[in-house]
């Protein structure tokens, strides 16, 4: 019986040779192509995490430097500084937002990917341990960032626009 199988050439005929071989190799070919794009994804996500981290750090080293010279003054004080930001990071938009102090958390900076998905990356202002009055959204399609500082008899009001 096994011997009448292996001779009988009227099971699959060579056109469905051709077709199941060639679905077999858009599968294999497709999920190489999945698992590459996966890889490049995740590499240009960890490369604009590290822009947001990057920008972070920078605002927040202009703000402590503003807030410093502010705290070793007696007199009423206005610093502004503009600093240019990029217009996208890792491909894509996001936006600034400089976040109070209170009594339960440190201010902050928080920078958001645009979309719907997009993630936050946080920096925490820890030279700012009073409450301050601060705030103000900047989206990265301006270029430009502008941090104003004032600090007189009534308190002190951080600013980013």
Same mark, same amino acid.
């Given at each position: 019986?096994?011997?009448?199988? #292996?001779?009988? &050439?009227?099971? @699959?005929?060579?056109?469905? +040779?051709? @077709? %199941?071989?060639?679905? @077999? %190799? ?24 590290? =822009? /947001?981290?990057? !920008? =972070?750090? &920078? ?7 503003? *807030? ?8 009423? @004080?206005?610093?502004?500084? !503009?600093?240019?930001?990029?217009? !996208?990071? +890792?491909?894509? =938009? *996001?936006? #600034? ?16 990917? =645009?979309? /719907? ?18 705030? +103000? ?7 430009? %960032? ?6 007189? !008899? ?8």
């Amino acid at each position: 019986m096994l011997r009448s199988l #292996i001779k009988n &050439e009227n099971a @699959v005929s060579i056109q469905i +040779g051709y @077709v %199941l071989n060639l679905l @077999v %190799l858009i599968i294999f070919t497709g999920g190489i192509i999945t698992a590459f794009y996966l890889y490049a994804d995740s590499s240009s996500q960890q490369a604009a995490r590290a =822009g /947001f981290t990057d !920008t =972070g750090s &920078e605002i927040a080293r202009d703000i402590t430097n503003m *807030y410093l010279i502010s705290a070793n003054s007696k007199d009423n @004080v206005s610093i502004n500084v !503009t600093r240019n930001i990029p217009l !996208t990071i +890792g491909g894509k =938009g *996001y936006s #600034i937002t400089l976040n109070p102090a209170s009594q339960n958390s440190l201010a902050s900076i928080d920078i958001k990917e =645009g979309g /719907f998905y997009g993630y936050t990356v946080r920096t925490t202002l820890n030279s700012i341990i009073d409450p301050v009055d601060a705030g +103000g959204v900047v989206y990265s399609g301006s270029g430009e %960032l502008n941090i104003r500082l004032e600090k007189n !008899t009534s308190g002190t009001s951080l600013w980013i626009n």
